[in-house]
């Protein structure tokens, strides 16, 4: 089983205020780091949902927790967490969600899902790999407007312009079906390169964010939380690079307010009062961590409590 070290993982317990007997959603299940390490700390009567949209670390959990009855494995993508919750009668009754947005660590070492730049693999990037347009597909038949909007966008990378029409006229001699063919198209178009950086870096999270619908799920999973949560129940939403983390900030920053429309008014109807509570300052590892993971060294953590409805 390919492994995957778990980011942030005690900064999470303690955001969670783990309490015995509680019922915990990871969103974001990988290989089962976090469930495990919360499991550990809940008792006999406690409960943990996890959700993963990637079939294989499904089939993983299964096998590692089989013999677990607290855990609840779910095949879906996070944007479902609060039908899922709410098919299962628990809304408003979860104590706390973990969201862990990164790529886990076996999907990016495993060449045949193809989100490395590093090794050869089939130009696939899909989380599920049952359903969907690949990185290829999209690659294939995006126009170059489009290109330069994904790439732009979704990868903050200046050179996008240059990288999409270098996609466009490459694509025009021979289909562009493998990794190291798109990392090299991306690394020839590019005329300066990051330090410590690979040139294809920004490209292909470009891809793999428009491939996935990855902030649309996002943006769902967020929503899904604050009718799955408790009172007094936490969120917990790791990061890795800075256009997650504006999400999430703003999404919580918004859902800790007063609906402006109301700004003022004596009488405040429930659903425009504040819904969350900010607790802390962003969390990011610490030094011993991201020397110990250096996948570790982008990450920040968010974390509110749910209030009263």
Do not use: C
């Amino acid at each position: 089983m390919l492994s995957h070290t778990p980011v942030l993982l005690q900064e999470v317990l303690a955001a969670l205020e783990l309490r015995e007997g509680g019922r915990y959603l990871d969103a974001t299940f990988g290989r089962g780091g976090h469930s495990a390490a919360i499991l550990e700390r809940i008792g006999p009567q406690g409960a943990v949902i996890a959700f993963d949209r990637d079939p294989a670390a499904i089939a993983a959990g299964r096998e590692r927790f089989a013999n677990d009855g607290r855990m609840t494995l779910v095949s879906s993508a996070f944007s479902r967490l609060g039908a899922v919750v709410a098919q299962m009668g628990l809304t408003g009754a979860i104590d706390g969600v973990l969201l862990d947005l990164g790529v886990s660590s076996p999907q990016l070492d495993e060449a045949a899902r193809g989100f490395s730049f590093t090794q050869d693999g089939p130009l696939d990037m899909r989380m599920d790999v049952s359903s969907g347009a690949t990185a290829a597909d999209f690659v294939a038949k995006a126009p170059e407007h489009e290109l330069v909007r994904v790439i732009k966008e979704f990868g903050e990378e200046r050179f996008a312009r240059r990288i999409a029409r270098a996609i466009v006229n490459a694509r025009r001699e021979a289909p562009i079906v493998r990794t190291l063919q798109l990392a090299e198209i991306v690394a020839q178009s590019i005329p300066t390169r990051e330090p410590g950086k690979h040139p294809a870096t920004r490209t292909f999270q470009a891809i793999r964010i428009q491939v996935n619908h990855e902030f649309e799920e996002i943006r769902a999973a967020l929503a899904g939380s604050l009718t799955a949560l408790a009172p007094k129940g936490r969120l917990a939403v790791i990061s890795f690079h800075s256009l997650e983390d504006n999400i999430v900030k703003r999404f919580m920053q918004e859902q800790s307010q007063e609906d402006p429309v109301y700004a003022g008014l004596p009488d405040v109807p429930a659903h425009a009062r504040p819904k969350l509570r900010r607790i802390g300052k962003p969390i990011h590892p610490s030094e011993a961590e991201v020397a110990a993971n250096p996948r570790a060294r982008s990450a920040v953590m968010r974390v509110a409590e749910r209030l009263a409805a």
